[in-house]
């Protein structure tokens, strides 16, 4: 098979590198291993941080992308000491406005902008209704252009001629090794390694590495075939990971809705200017279905058990490591009729999305009945949970007597100050699980998105977009990172097809 530009990944960054050289004029043809699209894109929540967007001017809001560039410094900095790449994060902030405009051309629709500090102005956007909106719209435009999607076709080596990248061999359901040959340049956007046990565990941890990804299609392929070629990854042990609420088992119907410009722009503006109470009735259909529980529940006096009705775990920290070793890798939220009343107003969420709204515990008795656990004592509740009535009622009162330390469980903290948990009815939120959402370890690349090898030289005809291609950017704040991946795609796929032909 003889293209111009070979794309390795359809997610984000892949369809954005797919559309844009297609737009050029290059054949091209991209590769996805799943069987389907999407990638970690169409699981992500979509949130994007943008500046000069159509909502920015509605709204009467003057951005610039030089205030981007500068208030991404500011989180930053918030969040690490680590160096960021200034050039990267530049030739970002710089074209962010045409990535945002792209994506509405292809039919994206948003809601925002949004204020989070410390961006000097509002710039999260949420796309409507969520994520899944990206991959419908860019498949479509792809398809529109020309480009060739083969799903189920897996990267597994680049081929070269006189060190030129010229092509990517895959493996495809009934055929292995075939070849798409790439006159021009081959690009990789094929996400991160958040679900490679051995890449995770050769760069991050042992307990990173026996923690499930939320995309396990993402094992890592472009970063292992660009490294075989004397490429080099940077920053390859940060990752974002926590504890989730498991997903329903049926998705809200909002979050089925299909993302067609007229019906989410109809949404968009019932969500301006519709009554509060059912705009909030609708939005929380999205929230509780992308939950992160707030860590504030266990500062307040919230246990983590195991599906034995043990704690197994100093429950206040980011990633709680033990978690992947309990039954089923699972546990529970559980607290008492003290706490759950704390928990029913601002600023005491049980969760947040980011630009969308609050839930509270009402909030998931209604959308989320499968997470929502309620019972009169200990023992009833560990019984509607499948658990040995008396070790949680053990577990409860041993948490309640003890105030001070002893060497017996170090690793589990004692009660210490925390309200004693003895007010009935007693409270469970769960299956809670440890997913690794993503690992920020890209390849080395220019401000032209070549992939460099380890004396700085450009590999020629190697692209890299992405998380793949994220080359030291610490993209903290929401919604930095889809937009990296939407604007690196797009510049990458420009670059290639604008490569002489071999
Ligand atoms: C739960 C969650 C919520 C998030 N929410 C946000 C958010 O709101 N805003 C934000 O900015 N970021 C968010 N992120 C992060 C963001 O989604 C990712 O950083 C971004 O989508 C990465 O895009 P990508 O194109 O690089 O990778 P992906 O979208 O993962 O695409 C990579 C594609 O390559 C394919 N692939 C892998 N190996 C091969 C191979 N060998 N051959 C062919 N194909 C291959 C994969 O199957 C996949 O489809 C979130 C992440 C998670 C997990």
Redesign the pocket.
Known sequence: MQTDVVV???????LAAAISAASEGAKVVL????VK????????????SATRTVNQKRAGVVDTPEAHYEDMALFSKKYTTRADNDALRRVMAEHIPETADWLCDCGVEFFGPIEEPPHRQPRMHNALPG?RAYIYHLQRRAEKLGVRIITG????RLITTSERVTGVA?DAPGTVNQIAYANRGVVI????YSASAEMKRQFISQVVSDTEA??R???G??QRMALELGAKLINEDIFMGGLRFVPPAKPAWVTRLPPWRWLMRATNIALGHGPQAIVRGFVMRFLTTVLVPSVKLFECGAILINSKGTRFADESQKLVAELAYQPGACAYIVFDHALAQQFEQHPNEISTA?GFAYAYLADYQKNRPDLFHQANTPQALAAKLGMDPAALADTIASYNQTETPTDTAPAIPRRGKRPRLDTGPYYALGPVKNYI??TDGGLVVNESLQVLNTQGQPIPGLYA????GQGGLLLKG??????W?FTS?RLAGRHASRQNAI
């Not at 390795?8 to 892949?14: A, H, R, T, V």
């Not at 590769?31 to 799943?34: H, N, Q």
């Not at 956007?189 to 991160?192: F, N, P, Q, R």
């Open positions: 390795i990944g359809g997610g984000g960054s892949g590769l996805e291993k799943d699209l999407g990638g970690t894109t169409g699981w992500s929540i979509g949130t994007i994520a076709a897996a990267a597994s895959f956007a094929s996400g991160d939320v995309n299609a993402n094992t392929d472009g980011p959402n993503f977009a992405g998380s793949a929401h919604g930095h990172h889809l937009i991946a795609g």
